[in-house]
């Protein structure tokens, strides 16, 4: 009974005690007592049973080093120590680090982790003070830099929006185009107008140039005629009647004969010119043509497209088979010109411009800063120069990163190209520029449009001692 409440004295005094183990880790260093004595399993292999003060014993008994939470002896393992950092806030150190002379304020404020030697006094109250002011500053850049950041999304929004509407406004175009186009085609389809426009043209071409010759020819002919006449007019009134010569007196006959039976010669003339003017013309007429009506040009197309007439339900119209023809070939140049306005659109739409579209609020933003021995000057979404050289073209962003390429070549190597990093800060900077391989640029540029909201560990993750201060 004596020594059970010994033991029970000693388990929670270890308890209490197990250096290194944080408070959430405890119960694991509960110590079982056997026998009045008090003993620990290792925890990856508890039937490896150690009496309770090996326990950091410096001495690595446990095939995971689970028996020196509290010194190096099993920093083979990974293991980490912890340090209550009263005052700040609690944190681990690697266990190789334990009593190594050096005082590793950044895990350990209050000093623990030299334990050993005491060398290193409690800093954490001025750490906690620093840590305290820092954060401030930080959350107060945050503030700020989401606060321009909202009217970047703002404005990205109000972007996209525009070229949303776009998108609907060229569709609603189009759809209207398409149907007018339909109808178009249709009434093109009905008159056939390509066929009959066709027809008609080459059928009128050469029918005209057929008559024209034709006139050519009866004018020619014409004044053939008129000069035999006046010759033989001539031979009428001349010949000497004593003489008699019979092929002469035959022809005399012949001729006056001919006068007498001729017909009015310019009335015969008058109507062929007459017959060959109003073949030209293309006057259809009212009504149906019929195959017995005078053999004028204009009658034969008439009766040519009367009988097609016939054989399609739908009328004929040749004005207006021409006219849908102009309109079709009009419409089907404005509907290719907004397909491709709207592919533009489009496309645009599906580009990567990050997370809410951010991309497009600062796709006019330039940056133009001297670093190092040039001055760059940073078009997000347009292109980089060093100096005047183009380092690249902007061709897309991709897991948080802008790619340029197609810069100028360089000199026995590649095109120029670049890949800019942005990271959290007020207002556009350039924080550095790299070139990890010969013309292959890395920038490092500051901007709201990434910056989130940080929490606690982020803070003390990046927040950094001034060891001056200490
Ligand atoms: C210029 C710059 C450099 C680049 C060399 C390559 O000096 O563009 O960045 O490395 O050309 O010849």
């Known amino acids: 009974m004596k020594n059970i409440a010994i033991a029970t004295l000693i388990a929670t005094q270890a308890h209490a005690l197990v250096r290194g183990v944080a408070p959430d880790d405890q119960h694991l260093y509960e110590p079982k007592v056997v026998d009045g004595v008090a003993t620990w399993n290792c925890l990856s292999d508890p039937s490896i049973v150690l009496s309770f003060d090996q326990i950091n014993d410096d ?21 980490r120590f912890y340090c209550e950092n009263e005052g700040h806030v609690p944190n681990f150190i690697e266990n190789f680090k334990l009593n190594d002379g050096v005082c590793d304020y950044d895990y350990c404020c209050d000093g623990s982790d030299e334990y050993k030697s005491g060398a290193c006094p409690n800093k954490c109250k001025e750490i906690h003070e620093q840590f305290q002011k820092y954060k401030a500053a930080v959350l107060d850049d945050i ?54 426009e066709a027809v008609l043209q080459k059928v009128s071409n050469s029918v005209n140039e057929a008559i024209e010759k034709y006139e050519q020819r009866v004018v020619e002919e014409s004044e053939r005629v008129l000069q035999l006449e006046k010759l033989l007019g001539k031979l009428i009134k001349g010949y000497n009647p004593n003489f008699n ?101 489009k496309q645009d739409l599906e580009k990567n411009y990050g997370d809410k579209d951010i991309l497009r609020s600062i796709s006019s933003s330039w940056v133009t800063q001297k670093f190092g021995e040039y001055i760059y000057k940073i078009g997000l979404q347009k292109a980089i120069y060093q100096d005047n050289t183009l380092i690249g073209n902007f061709d897309r962003f991709e897991d948080g990163k802008l790619y340029f390429n197609h810069g100028r070549k360089c000199w026995n190597g590649p095109n120029r190209s670049a890949v800019v990093e942005l990271f959290c800060g007020s207002s556009q900077q350039l924080l550095s520029v790299s070139e990890p391989e010969k013309c292959e640029y890395y920038i490092q540029l500051t901007s709201p449009i990434v910056c989130e909201k940080v929490n606690e560990q982020d803070l003390l993750a990046n927040f950094k001692i001034n060891y001056d201060l200490l």
């Open 59 to 79: 001495y690595c008994d446990c095939p995971d080093g689970s028996d020196e939470p509290g010194t190096n002896a099993c920093s083979m393992y990974d293991k």
């Open 245 to 345: 010569d019979l092929a002469v007196k035959e022809a005399v006959h012949g001729f006056q004969d001919y006068v007498s039976n001729k017909k009015d010669t310019e009335k015969v003339e008058h109507n062929v010119h007459e017959q060959l003017a109003s073949a030209k013309t293309l006057d259809f007429g009212e009504g149906v043509a019929s195959a017995n009506e005078p053999a004028t040009f204009g009658n034969m197309i008439k009766y040519y497209f009367a009988a097609e007439e016939q054989n399609s339900p739908q009328k004929v119209n040749v004005a207006s088979s021409v006219s849908s023809s102009v309109e079709v070939k009009q419409l089907e140049k404005e509907l290719e010109g907004l397909r491709k306005e709207l592919g533009i659109y």
């Open 143 to 196: 503030d700020k830099s989401l606060a321009i950041k909202s009217k970047y999304i703002d404005k990205a929004t109000e972007l996209r929006a525009a070229v949303e509407q776009n998108v609907a406004k060229l569709e609603a175009q189009i759809a209207l185009y398409e149907q007018q186009l339909k109808k178009a085609e249709t009434s093109q389809d009905d008159s056939t107008s390509t066929s009959y």
